[in-house]
């Protein structure tokens, strides 16, 4: 099956000169997604043709003649990443064996005062907190000076995350006990 999708791409390589570093024009894809076909993959491999077939990894062909031998592979998150400064969120199977790589469009970084993280604390540890404090690699909940509970950086970063529909990718602490998220969309 797999020599007979080479042989169907390298045909179509072959009869229409295809070059093309995207399937479609740019402007065809949604924001935060690139489409990378057979030729560009190659590219990226070093090879004549990178042939993407689902998993993580993407499949590496040089030419000799009319004949594909294969090279070896690249990993998906190698392709997605090579030339592109954006976060990758993930990535999919495309059409005629295409890498559909997911980029986040908006990476923001937000400080969260103890005040702030005190209503993480009040919702999710105890109903009595009032404030939050980033300690230790934890986030200490008080009713001054009364310590309730712990809860952890990411699980507060993610239930404020929550409610703009953001990805948590990083949490750590910030100046006075603070706590800082790193949110992406």
Not at 13 to 29: D, H, L, R
Not at 47 to 58: D, H, K, M
Request: charged share 10%; hydrophobic share 35%; net charge positive.
């Amino acid at each position: 099956m797999l020599r007979r999708v080479v042989a169907l791409l390298f045909a179509a390589v072959m009869s229409f000169g295809v070059v093309a570093v995207t399937a479609t024009p740019a402007a065809a894809n949604p924001p935060g997604e690139t489409t990378l076909v057979p030729r560009t993959l190659g590219d990226i491999c070093g090879a004549f043709l990178g042939i993407y077939q689902g998993g993580n990894s993407v499949s590496c062909y040089r030419r000799e003649g009319s004949t594909l031998i294969p090279v070896g592979q690249i990993s998906t998150k190698t392709a997605c990443e090579y030339g592109n400064t954006y976060t990758m969120r993930g990535y999919r199977q495309g059409p005629y064996a295409a890498l559909i790589c997911e980029y986040y469009t908006e990476i923001v970084e937000t400080t969260y005062s103890p005040v702030s993280v005190g209503e993480y604390c009040r919702a999710q540890v105890n109903p009595q907190s009032s404030v939050g404090l980033y300690r230790g690699n934890a986030i200490e909940c008080y009713n001054w000076p009364t310590h309730l509970g712990n809860g952890t950086p990411t699980a507060a970063c993610q239930y404020f995350a929550s409610f703009g529909n953001h990805t948590v990718l990083g949490a750590w602490a910030g100046g006075s006990e603070s706590l800082v998220c790193r949110l992406a969309r």
